[in-house]
């Protein structure tokens, strides 16, 4: 029996179709399974692309060199069986290996390497074992390899669409891998079975309880939502607070009696800045990521009647605030990237603007740049504020470009450094304050040392000394990931 007719050219097209398609699939669905352990970085991302193309050329050299050595057509029934395995395999890895991993770069490669390489490489060795099954003549060569790799290519963007604009969305990560794990397995377990293996229907039953194990798994995450590991924890020293968990950091505090209290330090100096630098009575405020929606709380309560717009990428996070922690009518909350909804703000309309918008601990790099800041202060009224969270330690790099990019902008800036750093010990949450009316910053301090606060409001020529050479960020260079120190 030739080669040819053991596996026909639909079936063989089929197959590099399919495995090319799972293995763009778990790498997208990886980011998610890792970001409760490493978070969500451009390192996280590079580490995912980079381990996964290694397993594509290990996989696509080893699968050539075994088809030459043995008989292929024995081959696309195991590797699919131990790819589906591997698949399912992946999130117990991570879920294992993950809370013992730091933030460094080589750590996160290594926890990516040891999670999605082997499935990658696995799946990968299909495509050179099919070549080499429907290849029957040396004069053929290009158009039969060509057209595989057409195919793959044509699977590994389906895949990719499928699951970045459909999957995703609709349903949590382990089902996903579950059903790609069982697909693999299945027609695997088929292709052994037209050879007459007995060993079938086990692999097929192992497999499947192997999928509903993984599917039934909800791992570290109480809320699983587009872009976070979420979960919701009670104050154990404060029956009423609600602390909002995104992947590894607290994100958001709310106090369902008492709106007004903020027990993060960042948040009562935003409060500060607020209170001192603005009107009483109601604002027009625009707030960049909403979180748990602690400041339309906050205002809503202590300035009836302002309008607030929050611009939050994650549709689950206003579920979950509504949900757990008292959100009702405080805000009308426009769902989508703020680098694209700000868009539909009219000009000249806010009197003041939040920025507390975080991938992981960084702010998304778009939301930093130059052009950014000329957009929000498109948004705002002459006299109004820009008041953003920066999260930075060490060198803090990311924090002084923050700050000269501030300075490029508004005409009057502060930056309102953490007691660490004011310490000389580390860094922490700083609170950069921008507006093209003058600050009156002798009040912000004397508000911060009524509560017996320690932040100090960093302005003039020690805001100089503070950004030194820093770079202003731009849409054309914001290494926003590689500037934090993340110890």
């Known amino acids: 029996m030739d080669n040819v007719s053991v596996v026909s050219q639909t079936l063989a097209r089929v197959l590099v179709f399919v495995t090319s398609a799972a293995v763009l699939v778990i790498e997208i669905l990886a980011s998610r399974l890792l970001a409760p352990y490493v978070g969500v970085s451009l390192e996280v991302f590079t580490a995912i692309i980079g381990v996964i193309l290694a397993g594509i050329s290990v996989g696509a050299w080893f699968g050539g060199k075994v088809a030459d050595r043995i008989d292929p057509t024995r081959l696309p029934g195991p590797l699919l069986i131990a790819g589906g395995f591997l698949a399912l395999v992946s999130p117990l890895v991570v879920q294992l290996v993950g809370p013992g991993v730091g933030g460094s770069p080589g750590s996160i490669v290594i926890v990516t390497a040891l999670a999605f390489f082997a499935p990658a490489a696995v799946l990968a060795a299909v495509t050179p074992v099919v070549v080499k099954i429907r290849l029957t003549t040396l004069e053929e060569t290009g158009s039969v390899v060509g057209g595989y790799s057409a195919i793959g290519t044509a699977g590994a963007i389906v895949g990719t669409f499928l699951t970045g604009f459909f999957l995703i969305a609709a349903f949590p990560t382990r089902p996903i891998i579950a059903g790609v794990g069982v697909l693999l397995i299945v027609v695997?377990?088929?292709?052994?079975?037209?050879?007459?293996?007995?060993?079938?229907?086990?692999?097929?039953?192992?497999?499947?309880?192997?999928?509903?194990?993984?599917?039934?798994?909800?791992?570290?995450?109480?809320?699983?939502?587009?872009?976070?590991?979420?979960?919701?924890?009670?104050?154990?020293?404060r029956a009423s607070g609600r602390i909002l968990v995104l992947d590894?950091?607290?994100?958001?505090?709310?106090?369902?009696?008492?709106?007004?209290?903020?027990?993060?330090?960042?948040?009562?100096?935003?409060?500060?800045?607020?209170?001192?630098?603005?009107?009483?009575?109601?604002?027009?405020?625009?707030?960049?990521?909403?979180?748990?929606?602690?400041?339309?709380h906050y205002l809503n309560a202590t300035r009836p009647g302002t309008t607030h717009i929050v611009l939050e990428i994650d549709r689950e996070l206003e579920t979950i605030a509504t949900n757990e922690l008292g959100f009702t009518d405080q805000a009308d909350v426009v769902i989508g990237d703020a680098r694209a909804t700000i868009a539909d703000v009219p000009d000249n309309s806010v009197d003041l603007v939040i920025g507390d918008a975080f991938s992981g601990f960084t702010v998304p790099w778009h939301l930093t740049t130059v052009e950014f800041n000329e957009i929000v202060d498109s948004k705002m009224r002459f006299d109004g504020i820009y008041v953003i969270n920066v999260i930075d330690e060490g060198g803090l790099q990311f924090a002084r470009a923050a700050a000269t990019t501030f300075r490029s902008v508004f005409d009057h800036v502060a930056v309102i450094a953490p007691p660490a750093y004011l310490a000389g010990l580390d860094g922490g949450n700083f609170v950069i304050v921008g507006s093209q009316a003058e600050l009156d910053l002798n009040a912000i301090v004397d508000r911060i040392r009524s509560r017996g606060g320690t932040e100090n409001a960093i302005t003039g020529t020690q805001l100089k000394e503070f950004i030194g050479s820093a770079p202003?960020?731009?849409?054309?260079?914001?290494?926003?990931?590689?500037?934090?120190?993340?110890?």
Do not use: K
Not at 212 to 218: G, T
Not at 472 to 487: C, E, K, N, T, W
């Open 248 to 296: 590894r950091g607290f994100n958001s505090y709310v106090d369902l009696a008492d709106p007004t209290y903020l027990d993060f330090r960042y948040a009562r100096v935003m409060a500060e800045v607020i209170d001192e630098e603005l009107r009483p009575g109601s604002l027009d405020v625009l707030s960049i990521g909403g979180g748990g929606l602690t400041f339309p």
């Open 472 to 487: 202003i960020l731009s849409d054309d260079f914001a290494p926003v990931d590689q500037m934090i120190d993340r110890g």
């Open 188 to 237: 695997g377990s088929v292709l052994m079975l037209s050879r007459g293996r007995w060993v079938v229907a086990a692999v097929v039953a192992i497999g499947c309880l192997s999928a509903v194990a993984v599917a039934s798994s909800h791992g570290p995450c109480q809320y699983e939502t587009t872009y976070h590991c979420a979960d919701v924890l009670v104050d154990e020293g």
